[in-house]
């Protein structure tokens, strides 16, 4: 019996570690393809000999990692997953029960297994050179939603796939549906945030045009009063093109904000004495409350 717990207690630590790495891959990039890749590099280290990993795409799956643990045999693989799509194109028991969100095990693959899995005489020498003896898939869920699948498979110098590891297969596969959604979100922001910055750029392109046009003509009307003496309305154009110029500053703003946003604003510090700013406010509203 204490034998029995030492194993026990060894296992679990070691399961506690791969989990533990899993996480750490899934957390270390918003990349889904160099994530899932890597996730399917650790398994192979851990659950597997080789190991899929397949997102659903409306009617289309599509394999986003092929990884075996041999990498002599790593071609050898992706051959076998290449033959697989063409032979069968989405119509075996197998890629059906994946599409409806299935866990399943084959324990023991045999010899009639093999034969309806490769009807092919180039797929079953595939499938023979890499002496597949157990498979076992558990679906990526999202949410409730079927977003994907992780299959695994086992020759002959591992266990067959029983009781421990399918649990240990399918939190690895919530924790990959978690990295998921936190890449979408991820590049969800960014779509938004490249659409805000477009919006902005059109809008301040827009508001530009028809404020030039106010800012060009007030000072027309300024240069042709100039040599008047007391010109009625000057003033009044004064403050027009220093509430252009105020206006063109704030369409900067805006622009500066995205820039900020993507660490690419330069700034320009110069001095400015408190009572200009104040003169200048006092100015723009000085029509608006003065009695009539």
């Known amino acids: 019996e204490e034998q029995y717990a030492r194993e026990l207690s060894e296992q679990n630590r070691v399961q506690a570690e791969f989990l ?8 270390s990039s918003f990349d889904t393809s160099t994530t899932l890749n890597q996730l399917a590099h650790l398994s192979v280290r851990f659950l597997a000999d080789f190991c899929v990993v397949s997102l659903f795409r409306e009617d289309d799956t599509e394999q ?14 992706q051959r076998a997953v290449a033959l697989w799509n063409r032979q069968w194109q989405g119509d075996h028991a197998f890629s059906t029960r994946q599409r409806q969100g299935e866990p399943f095990i084959v324990a023991h693959l045999s010899e009639r297994d093999l034969d309806v899995m490769a009807l092919e005489p180039e797929h079953r020498g595939v499938v023979d050179a890499l002496a597949t003896r157990s498979i076992m898939s558990v679906p990526i869920l999202s949410g409730g939603k ?3 699948a992780m ?14 590891q ?13 990295a998921l959604e936190s890449a979408q979100s991820y590049h969800d922001a960014r779509a938004a945030t490249l659409a805000r910055d477009e919006m902005l750029a059109v809008v301040a392109h827009d508001l530009r045009n028809p404020l030039n046009t106010i800012h060009m003509g007030s000072s027309l009307a300024l240069e042709i009063t100039a040599d008047l003496p007391n010109p009625p ?4 154009l004064e403050i027009i093109q220093r509430s252009a110029d105020h206006m063109n500053r704030l369409i900067q703003d805006l622009l500066d904000a ?18 200009s700013v104040i003169d200048e406010a006092t100015e723009v509203v000085s029509m608006t409350a003065a009695p009539w």
């Open 20 to 27: 533990l790495d899993a996480s750490r891959i899934l957390a």
């Open 64 to 77: 986003v990692a092929v990884v075996h643990s041999d990498p002599e045999k790593q071609e050898l693989a």
């Open 146 to 148: 079927l977003i994907g």
């Open 151 to 164: 299959m695994f498979a086992a020759g002959a110098s591992r266990p067959e796939y029983g009781t421990p």
């Open 166 to 178: 399918p649990a240990i297969a399918q939190e690895l596969a919530g924790r990959a549906a978690v």
């Open 233 to 236: 309305g000057r003033r009044q």
């Open 258 to 275: 995205t820039r900020l946003q993507s660490g690419q604003l330069a700034l320009d510090i110069v001095p400015t004495l408190p009572a």
